[in-house]
């Protein structure tokens, strides 16, 4: 549990020290110029940087930072948060260095390089399916449909 708490911990902290010292603002405004279409900001930062966030922190962090971000840029937090729910499934598996993989690997006492080398095959196309399906997502939910949506997913 230590190694889990350690991540999210130093994760934490450096999203904090990026909006104290404002460079939160610097990189929210820098994506925001990349592009106004609200699909590709979403598929920038909900897909790409979520990725890269999943792999230096993980532990749920991405989803957090990245829909913060989509937020920050007009999203709705609902909105956001399905996004990015949506974007991190490919890159879960290799999230915090691996360690979905090396736990897996401990607890079944599989061969560790058979089982990141399958894992591996998995997400390679479904890291080519999931941009794909959050354009569609991002087409079709807007801020009117999503309240039909949650009625539709909604349990009640």
């Not at 911990?9 to 603002?25: H, P």
């Not at 829909?67 to 490919?90: D, V």
């Not at 890159?91 to 993989?101: E, L, M, T």
Request: aromatic letters at 10%; hydrophobic letters at 55%; proline letters at 6%.
């Amino acid at each position: 549990m230590f190694p889990i708490g350690w991540i999210v911990i130093w994760a934490v902290m450096l999203y904090r020290l990026t909006v104290e010292t404002g460079k939160f603002e610097t990189i929210k405004h820098s994506l925001r110029s990349l592009t106004g279409d609200r699909r590709l900001q979403a598929l920038l930062i909900g897909f790409a940087f979520g990725a890269f966030m999943e792999g230096a922190a993980g532990f749920g962090t991405p989803v957090a930072v990245a829909s913060a971000m989509l937020a920050g840029l007009g999203f709705s937090p609902f909105y956001a948060a399905a996004i990015c729910l949506l974007a991190n499934t490919a890159p879960v598996a290799f999230g915090s260095i691996a360690i979905p993989v090396v736990t897996l690997a401990g607890v079944t006492g599989l061969p560790l390089d058979r089982l990141s080398a399958g894992v591996g095959r998995i997400c390679a196309p479904m890291s080519l399916f999931i941009p794909g399906y959050i354009i569609l997502v991002a087409s079709v939910l807007t801020a009117s449909n999503l309240k039909l949506a949650a009625q539709i997913v909604s349990p009640r």
